[in-house]
């Protein structure tokens, strides 16, 4: 398992922007905008993991700025912990075992969700190529919110 990123919602990109590069010194390194989903990502790495942010793309921070407009409450700027595992159905199973709902199953073989004690969310992401879709995950459905 390594770890990847910490997402934070974000209501104004370039304010936070200013804040977490020109003010904290963090450095961009990536950035994607989904105009079907109406969001823009931008990824951040602390001067010393840039290198590594770059190649690896981990350890960052991803800020998450909806287009559209949204009060975040309860905790809702705070997105998630995300973890690149090697056998996400493996590692899904162990926690499901363990009394840990899966809140996303990995249907597509490569992502799911799950929460901790506390209510983080966190993701998991398969290394490497995505599984071949197998039972009891690609038929199960989203329980809670992830």
């Not at 990824?43 to 287009?67: G, I, M």
């Not at 912990?81 to 363990?98: E, H, N, P, R, T």
């Amino acid at each position: 398992m390594r770890y990847l990123h910490t997402m934070v919602r974000v209501k104004d990109l370039d304010a936070s922007l200013n804040f977490y590069c020109n003010l904290l010194g963090l450095k961009e390194v990536r950035r994607m905008d989904s105009e079907k989903g109406r969001f823009t990502l931008v990824f951040l790495a602390a001067p010393e993991d840039e290198d590594r942010a770059r190649e690896e793309k981990a350890p960052l921070v991803e800020l998450t700025y909806n287009w559209d407009p949204e009060d975040y409450d309860g905790g809702r700027n705070f997105g998630h912990l995300a973890y690149v595992v090697d056998d996400i159905y493996g590692l899904c199973q162990k926690l499901q075992d363990g009394g840990v709902v899966i809140n996303r199953p990995p249907r597509d073989g490569h992502m799911a969700f799950v929460r901790s004690p506390d209510g983080i969310s966190v993701e998991l992401l398969q290394k490497g190529d995505n599984l071949a879709p197998a039972e009891p995950w690609s038929s199960m459905e989203n329980t809670g919110s992830w």
